[in-house]
């Protein structure tokens, strides 16, 4: 029988919009634990602001639309 790893992952994804008003979401694993919403928020604006990222698509980033915390669960098999 097969060996279960259980792997947990946790992501801060942010939600940008682009002059064509557009969305892209923006991913950073394993953010600290304590990050608060004032510290997502400065740093979403600060990307925007500073134009550091473009879209697939070569255009900047122009609005911040919503910010999230995800965790996942993600079970490995191993097999050989």
Not at 27 to 34: A, F, H, T
Not at 44 to 73: L, M, P, Q, W
Request: hydrophobic fraction near 35%; charge should be negative; aromatic fraction near 10%.
């Amino acid at each position: 029988m097969a060996d279960l790893l259980n792997q947990e992952r946790c992501s801060l994804v942010i939600t940008f919009e682009d002059e064509y008003a557009e969305k892209f979401n923006f991913s950073i694993s394993n953010p600290k634990s304590n990050v608060s919403e004032q510290e997502i928020k400065n740093l979403a604006n600060h990307i925007v602001a500073n134009n550091y990222f473009e879209t697939s698509k070569g255009t900047d980033y122009k609005k911040v639309v919503k910010a999230r915390i995800t965790n996942s669960e993600t079970d490995k098999f191993d097999l050989a």
